[in-house]
Structure formats: structure tokens, C-alpha cells
């Protein structure tokens, strides 16, 4: 019945909104939480992508003032410059890494138990950075991200490309790959979510090409659906992150990986779940 679809893709906006700028990895939840709701196969995977529209335009609204300042000082003030040469610049590893490699990555990795590997490995990296943080006796060398340089930039775009791997998590990948190059906790995480602006949109878009536009009345209806719940959620989750920052580290969310991932490992390991 339809009335089932249009509740899996409430669910799984949920699932998008809370996790897409949390380090815990959005596409791991979504492969999870899809083989649970045996939502799978090629509308699911549109569906995956397309819903991250709901995220943009929620990083869009809450950084709408700062993307207006961008446009408008494009070509006279040399702070806004600096930020969009920059996203530009951590966006392109991406771009053209994720061309060559996405159909190799989709065939072997895009299933529970490679998700379920990459968020346990991704929690105990996020423990031994934060370790490693708290031993610090400097400040970081980047506080703010309109601070940092092109350099800066790229090496956050390569990192970024770890992220290709589902369950590493995109922004976990920039915001803790941040930390170990010298970014605050602020810069880090504002740049993630500066940059997840050109590279979630190219990636909705490459699927909505690939798979093309001719949906139906129902799937455009799910997929609006989706995107909404994601962009209300998504809202809340930034505002969350931003706020929890200025006073804990990361380290609740790399046990949560671990943990999450352990059940899921677990449950297949003994069998009680067949993924």
C-alpha cells in the first residue's frame, strides 16, 4: 500500500536529517535502516541521494546570511572570496575521485556489513584522535575556517574522499580529519558544513541524471516526503552540533559508532539478522 511507502520515507528522512552532519555516517544509516524496512534496489538508491536535498537546503537556510554575503562580495571583499575559492577547492577530490570509483564502491560496498565495518574502524579513529586532542598543549593553528588556506582547503577535500566509503561518514571524515590538520572544532565543523553544500548537491544530481526524471505521481510524492522530514530534522541536527561543540568533543559519537556497528556485526555473526 502506498501509505507504507510514503511511512518508510517519513523514517528514513528522520534518519538523514539526524545523521547527514553528524559524524556517524548518513549513507550507513540509510543502507541499515533501508535492508530493515526491505526498502532496497535501484528507487531506493535514488531515493537515498535525493533526499539529501532536504539536508543542502537545510545547511543552505541556516548559513543563508553568510551565503548572501558570499554572493555579494565576490569580487570586492577578500574574506568571502577566500571561502568560496575554498570550497571550491575542497570539493574538486571529490568530484573527480568519486566519478572513477562510485560504481566499484556501490557493487562491493554499498551493503550492512561493510557499513557496519567502516562505522566500527571510524569510532576507534575518532577515539584516538580525541585522545591524542586532550594531550595538546597548543592552540589549534586554524581557528576560524575563514582563516584557513587553500591548502588547508584541499587536504579537507581529499579526506573528504574517505567518505566514499559508506558508513566512514562524510562529515565525520572532514571534521575529525580537520582536528589533525590543525583546524578548531568550529572551523572544522562549519567547513564540513560549507562543503557539503557543492558535494551533496553534484551527488543528487549525477543520480537524478542517471536514473533520470520520469517518475511517477507516487514516487515523486515519497520523494518530496523524504526531503522535507530531512530538511526539518536536518535543521534541528546542525543547530544541535554547532551548539554541542562548544563544549564536548566527539568521543560520545565514536563510541556510538562502535557500539551501533558492534550490534550490527553481531547480529549477523550469530545470525539472527540476515543482512
Known sequence: MD??????????????????????????????????????????????????????????????????????????????????????????????????????????????????????????IILIVEYFQDKKTYKPRVETMDDMSWKDALRVGFLQCLAMIPGTSRSGATIIGGLCIGLSRKAATEFSFFLAIPTMFGASLLKLLKFGFGFTGTEVLILVIGMVVAFVVSILAIKFLMGYIKKHDFKAFGWYRIFFGGVILLTWWTGLVQW
Open 3 to 124: 501509505w507504507i511507502l510514503y511511512l518508510k520515507a517519513v523514517i528514513l528522512g528522520i534518519v538523514e536529517g539526524l545523521t547527514e552532519f553528524l559524524p556517524v555516517s548518513s549513507t550507513g544509516h540509510l543502507i541499515v535502516a533501508g535492508s530493515l524496512l526491505d526498502y532496497t534496489g535501484q528507487e531506493a538508491d535514488t531515493f537515498y541521494i535525493a533526499i539529501q536535498a532536504g539536508a543542502i537546503f537545510a545547511v543552505c537556510w541556516h548559513y543563508r546570511q553568510r551565503l548572501i554575503d558570499i554572493c555579494l562580495g565576490l569580487f570586492s571583499d577578500k574574506v568571502q572570496q577566500r571561502l568560496a575559492i575554498n570550497t571550491i577547492v575542497a570539493f574538486l577530490p571529490a568530484a573527480g575521485i568519486g566519478v572513477l570509483v562510485a560504481s566499484y564502491i556501490k557493487k562491493w560496498l554499498f551493503n550492512p556489513i561493510a557499513v557496519a565495518t567502516a562505522l566500527v574502524v571510524g569510532g576507534v
